[in-house]
């Protein structure tokens, strides 16, 4: 009886509840939205640092994190994974050298603050740039190739096939050697003008590392990296080498995605705020219309809890129908971006978002996690009940002596 | 019958109520000593502002006195809290107002039904007395009709079959033919004296209407919140009418 009253008394001013309905179910489906956007963008962010920069988790010389020099290796990287033993299905190990150096040809220089040498099977596997060569192939394993970025080869006026220089610090020596452009990619940003990758057995000689190098970096399904991170720690205790998860590698980009993250959150409270004050309202007009009816249902001898429950059942059954339309107007958003994908630049207005040399210049996937969903919807409905709970006291509270009276 | 009408529901001992309007203080009750017993058919009278509503929203639990006692059905009513107020009101008292006041979103018969349910009754004892009461004041054919689709008189008998289907003690009455015509009017309170006499309802009415007082068998008048005169009388005006006409009279209502 008390559902059927709350039901029925929710429809009485159909446009009011109505308008309550759109604005609250849009709001939901905003709530959605963006927090499947902000999931999506941080996918992504992770996925192309991981890739540029780090793995899921990397083995380093401890040092290495603070200062990314040659002097700071890895010395035996086959002993140490010789160690970890068979790595599980689904895992991949690729190993880099990371230093920084000159790169020239006949018609100018560029500066390179992140060449690579890297093995070329494994990295093929993981890399973006792999992914986005506009022309030229891969890195072959012992070639003189060499991969540069689209912008490196407008400047030195270069293409496939052309000769190019590296100079750089090696280990011991300045050093030199002449390379053949192998492939051109675009992955966006500076990286197109400052990165370049080579071959690790080449790299290891011209750099005079012997077999070390200066990161081993794993590849895994992400929901495993943390675990992942404790095994290898514990496999490689008293080695001097530092094992980080990709948190720990990318400080700086755990450092954005929590501001990006303190920032939704304080964007899903306003949202909040501002369905609460939705509520209050259409919630508060329709106890004040009815404080007659109210004080009749007391009078009849409706006990002054059962009115605060009519009140908050009438409150949770709009919430519920709101997140309902919210759901219904969210998801397939979500859905159709997250299929379709959204260009970052229509988002900043053309302008590259890059970080530590990586650029986003992908289309950003929205993706609604079940939890994020579930958490939203719980918070949705905690909040009108919240916000319901005064005039529901208000309705609780009413004198049926004084209501009577009330035309 | 005769027992009970020996039984007090109400006693009223020196009840005081006194309100505060702006500065002035307004003694609305003053020293009302009253008991009506079981079975009685009783109004209470006097012009507007007499106090006679506010008596019966004290007698109704509705309303606290500042000063003396109420007891109904023997129980002391002034210390009770709120919610036990709204208990005894929900199983011994039965209210009709001047302006019917169903709930508008309820069917005839779940504003009927709502006190049961109020109550616990289980559903299928709710629909079967529901159904009864229904019958007995004329409005099965209405029962899935929502106030707004019924007539003064129509609404008003609902909410008799409200007051009395859970069979309370007693039902008080604010001014029921206030809004109705008098032949509407009329009907209705043939329909209640019926319900006195064949189910002993006790009524209690306030009103200023002389077609009630006419029905009534008891007359309380009250000036300045005093009672001025207590009359009873052997006969109402609902016991000399035939008890088949009754629902002829309500079908008209």
């Not at chain 1, 690790?200 to 590392?209: H, I, S």
């Not at chain 1, 908050?312 to 709101?322: D, I």
Request: aromatic share 4%.
């Amino acid at each position: 009886m008390l559902l059927k009253m709350a039901f029925r008394n929710l429809w009485r001013r159909r446009f009011r509840t109505g308008i309550t309905l759109v604005a609250l179910g849009g709001s939901f489906a905003l709530l959605l939205f963006f927090v499947a956007l902000t999931e999506g963008s941080h996918q992504l962010m992770i996925d192309l640092a991981i890739r540029m920069q780090a793995g899921h988790v990397v083995i380093q010389a401890p040092e290495f994190q603070k200062e990314r020099s040659l002097e700071l290796r890895v010395t035996d990287p086959e002993d140490l994974l010789a160690t970890l033993g068979p790595l599980p299905d689904g895992w991949v190990v690729t190993r880099r050298i990371f230093t920084t150096g000159l790169l020239r040809s006949a018609d100018g220089s560029v500066m390179l603050d992140n060449l690579m040498a890297v093995d070329p099977v494994n990295e093929r596997k993981v890399s973006d740039v792999g992914r986005k060569l506009v022309r030229g192939a891969w890195l072959d394993a012992g070639a003189p190739g060499i991969l540069i970025g689209e912008k490196a080869a407008r400047l030195l006026k270069v293409d496939v096939g052309d000769k190019v220089v590296v100079s750089c610090s090696g280990l011991t020596q300045k050093v030199e050697e002449r390379f053949l452009v192998a492939g051109i990619f675009r992955v966006g940003g500076e990286a197109d003008r400052g990165t370049a990758m080579i071959d690790l057995a080449r790299g290891q000689v011209l750099l005079g590392m012997g077999d070390a190098v200066s990161q081993l970096a794993f590849f895994m399904p992400p929901d495993d990296s943390f675990a992942a991170a404790r095994t290898l720690r514990s496999k490689l205790a008293g080695r001097p080498v530092a094992v980080l998860h990709w948190q720990e590698a990318l400080p700086v980009l755990t450092q954005l995605l929590w501001v990006d993250d303190i920032s939704m959150q304080v964007f899903i409270f306003i949202i909040l705020v501002i369905v609460a004050a939705g509520i209050l309202n259409t919630v508060l007009m329709s106890v004040m219309e009815r404080t007659r009816e109210l004080g009749i249902l007391k009078s009849l001898g409706m006990k002054p809890w059962a009115v605060f429950r009519l009140v908050l059942t009438e409150s949770l059954m709009l919430g519920l129908l709101a997140v309902a339309v919210g759901a219904a107007l969210g998801l397939p958003l979500v859905h159709h971006f997250g299929e379709v994908g959204i260009d970052p630049l229509a988002l900043t207005g053309g302008e590259v978002m890059e970080m530590e040399g990586i650029a986003f210049t992908d289309r950003i996937h929205p993706v609604l996690l079940a939890g994020s969903g579930m958490v939203l919807t719980a918070v949705v409905l905690v909040m009108t009940l919240l916000s319901a709970l005064w005039p529901a006291l208000r309705a609780k509270r009413i004198l049926p002596v004084k209501a009577l009276r009330q035309m | 019958m005769e027992s009970t009408m020996t039984k007090p529901i109400v006693e009223l001992r020196d009840v005081h109520k006194e309100y505060r309007q702006g500065k002035l203080e307004v003694m609305a009750v003053n020293g009302v000593d009253l008991t009506i017993q079981a079975g009685e058919f009783t109004a209470i009278c006097g012009p507007s502002g007499s106090g006679k509503t506010t008596l019966l929203n004290l007698i109704g639990c509705l309303d606290t006195p500042t000063k003396g006692g109420i007891r109904v059905g023997g129980e002391d009513v002034s210390r009770l809290s709120d919610s036990a107020l709204a208990d005894l009101r929900l199983r011994r008292i039965g209210f009709v107002f001047q302006a019917y006041n169903l709930v508008p979103v309820l069917t005839a018969f779940e504003n009927v039904e709502l006190v049961l349910a109020l109550q616990g009754v289980p559903a299928a004892q709710r629909k079967k007395r529901v159904l009864a009461i229904l019958e007995e004041v004329g409005l099965l054919d209405l029962r899935d009709r929502r106030p707004m689709d019924m007539s003064g008189g129509q609404q008003q008998r609902v909410a008799v079959a409200r007051a009395v289907v859970a069979d309370p003690q007693l039902v008080l009455a604010d001014e029921p033919t206030a809004n109705l015509d008098s032949h509407t009017g009329a009907a209705l309170l043939q329909m209640m004296a019926d319900l006195n006499r064949e189910h002993q309802v006790t009524f209690l009415f306030s009103t200023h209407d002389p077609m009630v007082m006419d029905f009534s068998r008891r007359i309380v008048r009250i000036v300045d919140g005093r009672i001025a005169s207590d009359e009873s009388k052997t006969h109402g005006a609902g016991d000399r009418s035939p008890s088949g006409d009754r629902s002829t009279v309500a079908e008209e209502a």
